[in-house]
């Protein structure tokens, strides 16, 4: 009997010494479906950061903004205070705290992926991460929303006056006056509310990527017409509560930086593959897409310039100068 309790006492302490001790679970809170890449980033990173520190910490994921009542622009303020442990969210979500962050979404800033890529990982990305840490939040990994492209239930979209008077859903304040420049009748209104919104037709239109939002979500579902015209882009950040982070060790840190950078490499990837099969997809549901020649593309380009030149007094010109000299390096 003795020698029976030593050996489950032994036993006990072994199993305790190869298991952490007790695993800390972190809640991270994102404003999308549980069907979108920004869901599938964040498993992802749940996924790599209990291999990396052997199970000693489990992620949770919160969709469509939970944790912050359904306030989508709420998560990044209670990150900051250590309200939420980590949040998976998008540039303009975070302006009302950090108006600077717009300066990725300035209307036709970006011409492609490498554009935006050499701001992400360069001195804008940098700056950007110094700004939201005074907030509270550590930016772990950048990841991708993507070019936002407009859908709408009424006609196809090819000049800057097809978008008078259209009842228009914006995500952000920068959003409002883009669409008061077009001509529309912008509303500021929830992700989560936006689809039945849509349904019932509250609203005609939205903006939204492709592969990242437009396609899981299914608004093919409640809109007839799509004109890929890549007004405005919109990363996402991967932050973590700075209490939180300046809270762990080195070795700890190592292992949440290698963990966030796959799982946003990985959600950067998924959201360009799913874009660029994305319009077959979308005509292939119904939808009937108007692609814009480099004309109209033009003419939605002059037409919101007056947003172009009020957010970036907003922000201001150092800051808008580093995107743009990065934006348009070659
Ligand atoms: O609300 C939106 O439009 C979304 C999901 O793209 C953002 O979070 C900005």
Redesign the pocket.
């Known amino acids: 009997m003795i020698m029976f309790t030593r050996m489950a006492l032994g036993l006990t302490t072994a199993l305790a010494l190869c298991l952490p001790a007790s695993a800390e679970t972190l809640r991270l809170s994102h404003?999308?479906g549980d069907t979108?890449t920004?869901q599938q980033g964040a498993d992802k990173f749940a996924e790599l950061l209990a291999a990396e520190t052997g199970g000693e910490y489990e992620v949770r994921v919160f969709p469509n903004a939970q944790l912050s009542g359904g306030d989508?622009m709420k998560q990044a303020e209670m990150t900051g205070r250590g309200a939420i442990d980590l949040v998976l969210?998008?540039?303009?979500?975070v302006t009302p705290l950090a108006p600077e962050m717009a300066a990725f979404s300035l209307p036709y800033l970006y011409s492609d992926y490498d554009a935006v890529d050499r701001t992400t990982a360069g001195k804008a990305g940098d700056k950007m991460e110094e700004i939201m840490a005074g907030h509270g939040i550590h930016i772990l990994a950048w990841g991708e929303?993507g070019f936002?492209e407009v859908t709408n239930s009424k006609h196809p979209i090819t000049s800057p006056e097809d978008m008078q008077g259209l009842k228009m859903?914006?995500?952000?304040p920068m959003y409002i006056d883009v669409m008061n420049d077009l001509g529309a009748n912008p509303q500021q209104?929830?992700?989560t509310e936006?689809f039945p919104a849509l349904q019932q037709g509250v609203v005609d239109g939205?903006?939204?990527?492709i592969g990242?939002?437009i396609i899981p979500?299914r608004v093919y579902e409640v809109q007839k017409y799509i004109t890929p015209w890549h007004y405005s882009y919109?990363p996402l950040f991967l932050g973590i509560s700075k209490a939180k982070w300046d809270g762990l060790d080195d070795e700890t840190r190592a292992q949440f930086q290698k963990a966030a950078d796959e799982a946003m490499a990985y959600q950067i990837e998924i959201s360009r593959e799913a874009t660029a099969e994305g319009l077959e997809y979308l005509k292939e549901q119904g939808m009937e897409v108007y692609e814009p020649t480099p004309e109209d593309l033009a003419a939605f380009k002059e037409a919101t310039q007056p947003s172009f030149d009020k957010w970036s007094e907003e922000i201001g010109a150092d800051i808008v100068k580093l995107f743009t000299d990065e934006a348009n390096a070659q």
């Open positions: 404003n999308t979108t920004w989508q969210t998008s540039a303009i979500n929303n936002r859903r914006v995500a952000g209104m929830q992700w936006t939205q903006e939204n990527p990242a939002v979500q919109d």
